[in-house]
Structures are given as structure tokens and as C-alpha cells.
């Protein structure tokens, strides 16, 4: 039986192994296993350290563009803010100029319209026919006899005398109950800036209203980038502007990605906007292909690819983070000096440092205002007399004089006066006329000669043409001051001769005058001149306070020198340009400084 079984016995293990050759899995080729070796091993790493990046890469991309946005949208907003802080200032001015108080007051008295709105529109059209923000400025009064006045920018445009006429009525019904607060109102697709005017009863007579070109005044947002679907509120009311600049109101404001609000002079102003998406990729149309290609290289070309990376992108971004962290830490004006590596990090690099110039100058700007402020709040409070008691009392001491018989004193009593309010500002303007500088320098003379008698002599050569030029205040009279109490009154007299002209688009206003300077007086003038020495060195402090306002107002192009011309002559002469300086300090900056 065995020797019988034996070979089937054989027969079934061969039948055994077969079978479990059908059951086992193909072996993978070699070529197969590199292949997968190269993609676990290599590949894999790579497009997770790729893909890490990327992501990375973005989110710092993004913080960067939405920082970027952030300052773009908050610097464009508060030049928007100041622009209409300037506006609320200049309706408040026609309150406090009262020419059209005087005006309407003398329309009452004598009904003469015609002299009313001559008055008026003189006045408009000096105070606001330069300023671009305004469509049109016009006065309305409540009285049923008396008209509209309009000024329009530029050449006269009746469609615009129309809308404005047509809104008046509607204007004064909607500041019924206004008191003085500045309305801001949207009628007919135009936004009305609107003050009561009140008479000496505080009863409201008329409206100030301008009409704001808002394309004008929103243009700083047009530089925002990355936005869409803008739209803006003043006061809770939303509105847009169509493509003719036209202003339409809407229901209510439309929610957006990112809201920025300001307040000026009471009143906000918000700026809603959707955002565009922050496509590193698209931004960045390069980095695809540097990463697909990265991913076919071997691997020393992926340590080379980690090395650009990290010197193209890593460093960049830590660099803009720590300028930063850098500003955020108080160092206003920080600039990035390192070379950028490429083109999108210099447009970056530019983009920060001009931001954070800017921001400097605004906190410079603030601290200068700051600090004009409560120079002016401490003489306020060192000042014991009351202006207006003071004006009260030379007018009486005035007519006593007149009463008396004693013109001689009324007419010195007259021209203090006249000194007095320009050294008051009640006005508080920082510009004015030359022929009203050339008034105050006249008073102030008159009051030397009746001093000094007849051994003082007095020339002025004036050009015609520029008595219009418009001039900072208080710039010439410091001056012939400064000649007279140190060189005329030591004399007992001599000459002086004041001259004014313009030449090759620059105005010069000259003070020569009989006097002999040492070497002393002239490194004290030099020192004064350089803004250096003492406050009080040589007592010359109209002089340095003439060379500060020059400096602040024009820059480089406002001069004031002090020499002698010929033996025993002394020549004062100012230089600045004969156009109205743009880009200049603020008005308030300026009364601040006339003040010193």
C-alpha cells in the first residue's frame, strides 16, 4: 500500500504549490520602486514643503496687501477729513467776518438791494472764488424781499445759478431748527453744506451755503487700491457717486468687507468697500512656473530653490515685519534700507517707507500744532486786558480828543488803534492784501514822526500793480519797526524809504534806511537769520519771527536778508514768491505762528 500510494502522494504537493503560486501578488519591477521611491522620498517632501510655503508665502502676502490697504484707506480718509474740516472753517469765517451781518444790517436800515448784494458777492467772491472744492458758494436770506447771491466756481454756469436758486428754499426750511450746527445736506444729487447766520438778537437772517464738488473732495480715495463696490456716509446718510461725479443717496449703506469711519468737526464720514481677493498667484504670475519647475529638479537644485526662496521671500517679509514692529514701537518715519531682491518687494519696500513718511509728518504736523497751541494759550493767559475794552477805550480817549479840538492826538490815537487790530487778528487771516500791510506800516510811521518831529523823513516807492499781492501778515511793519527803534531813534532821526515790486514772478518788499552795522550786529543778524543764537539776541525778535513765518510758509523760496548797501545804509530786503503758496502749513498753523 505505501509503494503503492508514494507517487500520488508526490503528485498532490506539486498540485499544492501551484496553487499557492496563483494566489501571490506580482512582484513590483525596479524600475516601479525607484519611481515610487523617488515620489515618497522626494516628490512627497517636496510639494508638502512647497505647498507649506505657498501657504505661508499667501497668508504674509495677504497681511502685507491688507496693512498696506489699511494705511492707503486711513491716509485717504483723513485727507478727505481735513479737507472738510477746512470747509466747516471757512463757513464759520462768513459768521465771524460779519460783512454780511453789516451788510444785511444796512439793507434794513435803508432797503437799498443793489448795495446789499454788491457787498455780498464782493465778499463771496474774494473769500471763495480760488477754492476748487466748492461747486458754488451763495447766501440766502430769510427775508421775503431779499435774493439769493451765488458765486459760481469759474465762468458763470446758469444751469448751476438755477439749482442753487431752486435749493434755497428748501435749504432755509430744513435749517429752521438748526440754530448754528453745520448741516449737511443731499438735494437734487448735490451735497449742501449749510450754517444759520444769526444777527445780534441770535436770531437766524440767512444761510451760508456751499455747494462741494464731491468728486473734488473724495478724490484722495481714488488712490485706494484693491477695493470695489465703494460707497461712502456722511452723518448716516450713504450715498455713491455715478461716473459724472453726481451724488446718490441710497436707502441705506450696503454692508462691505472693511469700514473705515473719521470725524470731522462733529460730523462722520465712512468709507465701505469690498475687497478684491489677495491672488499671491495671480499677483505673482512667476511663481507657478519657479514651483513646477523646483519640482523637476534633482535635489541639489531643491537646496538651491530653498536658498533663493528663503532670500527672495522669507528675508523680505521679516524685513517688512520688523520695520513694522519698529513703527508700531514709536519710530515714526522708519525707512527700509536694505536693496530689495525683486521688483514686487521694491514696489513694497517704496510703499512702506513712503507710508511711514508720511506718518511722520502727520505726527510732526500735530506736534507742531500742539505746541503753537499752548504757546497761544499762555499768553492768553498772560494777557490781563481785555482787546475790546481796550478798542472801547481809545475809541472814548478818541473823541474826547475830537471834543477837545486836538486833532494831532485823535489822529495818533486813530493810527494805534489801526495797530492794534492788526496785532490783534481779529480776522484771523494769515494773508491779506499788501496795500492793507502798507496801511498798518503808515500808522505805525505816523506815530514815529509825531514822535521824532521833523528830522525824519519818509519815502515810499510803491509799484501800482502790486497792491493787490497778496502777503503773509505782519511781514513788512516788523521790519521798519526793527529799523526804526534801532537805528532812527537813536539819531533822533533820518531817513527811511520803503519800496515794493515784483520781478520774474517773485515779490520783494524792501526797507533801506540811514545806519551803520558792526561786526557785532552782523554775526547777530547771521546767528538770527540761521535760527541760531539766543530768542532775545539783539532784541531783533520781529525780525527772527519774520524769518521763521518766510521759512514756514515758503520753504527755501521765502528770504530775508539784512546788510548794508552803501556806508552808513542799511538794507532790509524780503523775497517770496508772488503766487499764493501751495502745499503750504494749514491757516491754523499760521495764526498760530503769527502769534509768537
Known sequence: MPLYHSPCRGCGIMAVKEQVRAVEKPKMSLKMGLMTTIVVCWLLPIAIVVTMAGVLLSRSYTSSVRQELDASANNALNLVRMQLEDAVKDSKAVSYDGVVKAAYTAWLEDGDSAA???????????????EELYKAVFVTFWEADADAYVLSQGATNYSLLRQCLTSAGQIVEQMSDADTDIRMLFLDGQLYMARNLLDSTFTPYADVV????????????????????????????????????TVVTLEEEPAGDVRYTVEAEGHELAFSAVLEPADLWRDMPWLPLAIGGAALLV?????????????????PVE???????????????????????????????????????????????????????????????????????????????????RMAGDQRISAMIEALSTMLNAALDRDGRTQIPLSEELGYVDAYLYIIHERLGGGFHVQKQI?????DQM??????????????????????????????????????????????????????????LSGGGEEDTGGQVGLRNVNRRLKLI??????????????????????????????GRSDKQEQEIARK
Not at 446789499?116 to 480760488?130: D, E, H, M, R
Request: contains cysteine.
Open 116 to 130: 446789499l448784494y454788491g457787498a455780498v458777492s464782493s465778499y463771496l467772491t474774494q473769500n471763495f472764488t480760488q
Open 210 to 245: 456751499m455747494m462741494v464738488d464731491m468728486a473734488d473732495l473724495l478724490r484722495p480715495m481714488e488712490a485706494v487700491d484693491r477695493v470695489g463696490g465703494i460707497r461712502y456716509a456722511i452723518d448716516g446718510t450713504a450715498f455713491r457717486l455715478d461716473d459724472g461725479g
Open 299 to 315: 535635489l541639489p537644485l531643491l537646496v538651491l530653490m530653498i536658498v533663493l526662496f528663503t532670500r527672495h521671500v522669507t528675508r
Open 319 to 401: 524685513t517688512l515685519a520688523q520695520a513694522n514692529r519698529k513703527v508700531q514701537a514709536g519710530q515714526r518715519g522708519y525707512e527700509i534700507v536694505q536693496a530689495p531682491p525683486n521688483a514686487e518687494f521694491a514696489s513694497l519696500y517704496g510703499h512702506f517707507n513712503d507710508m511711514s513718511a508720511e506718518l511722520k509728518r502727520q505726527f510732526e504736523r500735530l506736534y507742531l500744532e500742539q505746541q503753537a497751541t499752548q504757546r497761544a494759550q499762555i499768553k492768553a493767559l498772560q494777557s490781563q486786558i481785555n482787546p475790546h475794552f481796550l478798542n472801547n477805550t481809545l475809541e472814548t480817549i478818541n473823541w474826547e480828543a
Open 463 to 467: 509799484d501800482p500793480d502790486v497792491t
Open 471 to 528: 502777503v503773509p501778515r505782519l511781514i513788512l511793519q516788523p521790519i521798519v519797526e526793527n529799523a526804526v527803534e534801532h537805528d532812527i531813534t537813536a539819531r533822533r532821526g533820518g531817513s527811511l524809504c520803503v519800496r515794493a515790486f515784483r520781478r520774474d514772478g517773485r515779490m520783494t518788499l524792501e526797507v533801506e534806511h540811514d545806519g551803520t552795522m558792526t561786526e557785532r550786529d552782523q554775526e547777530n543778524i547771521r546767528q538770527l
Open 554 to 583: 515758503y520753504g527755501g523760496a521765502g528770504v530775508l536778508t539784512v546788510a548794508e548797501s552803501a556806508p552808513g545804509v542799511i538794507l532790509a530786503r524780503v523775497e517770496f514768491p508772488a503766487a499764493a503758496p501751495a502745499g
